[in-house]
């Protein structure tokens, strides 16, 4: 059985800083790309960070600088260190693992609130 835990989430003060752990099992998890996205009340779910089989990594714009994404494949988890948090950083933060080979497989978590204010 496939599953993704997130954990870590929480509330903080703007300015401060979290850290997002996502733990999978049930899948060759270093064969997949991992993600994590968000999403805000009233808005789409948006890419925050992904990291590929590789290592090589991605952020989106709002992030960058601030976030930072990394996997360790022996324990298989990835995580999200969040630093320098806004108050518009305040969303649901899922993580995802995705694997393409001829089709695309995407598995989901259940996801995290991460809420910043003062």
């Known amino acids: 059985q496939v599953q993704l835990v997130e954990s870590g989430g929480g509330l903080v003060q703007p300015g401060g800083s979290l850290t997002l752990s996502c733990g999978a099992s049930g899948f060759s998890f270093s064969r997949y790309v991992m993600s994590w996205y968000r999403q805000a009340p009233g808005k789409e779910r948006e890419l925050v960070a992904r990291?590929?089989?590789?290592?090589?990594?991605t952020y989106a714009d709002s992030v960058k600088g601030r976030f930072t994404i990394s996997r360790e494949n022996a324990k298989n988890t990835v995580a999200l260190q969040m630093n320098s948090l806004k108050v518009e950083d305040t969303a649901v933060y899922y993580c995802s693992a995705e694997w393409t080979y001829f089709t695309t497989t995407k598995y989901w978590g259940q996801g995290t609130q991460v809420t910043v204010s003062s």
């Open positions: 990291i590929a089989t590789t290592g090589s990594t």
